[in-house]
């Protein structure tokens, strides 16, 4: 069959189920046009909050101390996150979101034209992480008021290749933002992206929700909507975050960059493993700590070992490549390992992917990196 044929065949299956081509859906383009600059906005938070802290303070401990708590806070927000935007008009959500994020962000620049007020971005950043859970949880729950069940997976699929591509060109772009202008220049675009997403959001018609025909004492309350068992595991992880975030400086000092980062590696590993043969909720709560914590660790400490030894004026440069090829490979490895995940089962999954870490711990003890100092 030729290509002509194939199409004119598709065509004709929409026109018989009443269906217009996705590029056709006008709502549906403006969404997709306002949750790509929604994601290209916090991964340009992502690169310009850290340099703004270095650059404002000189201490690498405590740019990694706020990643991890705009981290922490995002997970946290996770816990309650689907209870809210199932009780609220969730058009207005995403907008709200959107404006929170551009004023809070908007701030930082404005602020920095009197000076660095560094406790201000310890105030913004998990505030905002926190907000782009909720819109993030809210963007997945309306694609079907936008396009209907028959379309859901070509919508799907659309969104999250330019969250991807968003993902990698937002880092990138950052990057030379805050090499030409400076890291409070870069958060000021970060800051007008949601605006544009808020105005974008505005212009798109939803189709009503259907009415919960629940009586109002059956439905269950806030508190009562979201699984114990999820919020306890994904509190406790957060906890793991944290506590990683606050020991990576001390521990660095104690055994240098080579022992602390091949180990942070080496127990995420054996905890990720663990994951998949873990049977009660205690073990799985402790062990995504753990993982957490040394991820945190890993993380800080190769931050801070790039930002040592890169030279200033290629910084922002050296940042963003690390950063896109990082964004590059997330989406191949998560739908990797949730393909073998669904085929083999989770827990040979996960005792592979584990052991894939480890074996990157101890690869490393063959290079260089074993053999750096404290720092």
Known sequence: MTREARDTGRAADRAADGRRPLWRERDFGVFWAAQTLSVLGDSFALIALPLLVLEATGSIARMGLLTAAGGAAAVLAAVFAGAVVDR???RRLLIGCDLVRMVLYG??????????????????????????????????????????????TEANGRLNATAAAAGVLGPLCAGVVAAWSGPAAAVGVDAASFGVS?????????????????????????????????????AVGALGTITGALLVARTRRLLGFGRTWTGAVAVC??????????????????????FLACVGMAGTCSMSLRQEVTPEHLLGRVTAAYWTLQYSAAPVGAALLTWAAEERG??????????CCVLIAVAALFTPVRRAGRA
């Open 198 to 234: 808020a105005a974008l959001v505005a212009l798109v018609r939803f189709r009503p929700r259907p009415a919960d025909d629940r009586e109002p004492d059956e439905r269950p309350g806030l508190w009562q909507d979201d699984d114990g068992t999820v919020g306890t595991v994904m």
């Open 107 to 152: 701030l930082i620049p404005l602020v920095w034209l009197l000076g660095p007020q560094v406790w201000l971005l310890y105030a913004v950043l998990p505030l905002c992480e926190a907000v782009g859970m909720f819109f993030a949880v809210g963007y997945v729950t309306v694609v079907r008021s936008l396009v209907g069940t028959e379309q859901l």
């Open 88 to 90: 609220v008009d969730r």
């Open 346 to 355: 989770t827990a040979p999954v996960a005792l592979v992917a584990g052991a």
């Open 269 to 290: 590993g054996l905890a990720f493993a663990g994951l998949g043969r873990a049977g009660d909720v205690p073990t799985v709560a402790l062990l995504s700590a753990a």
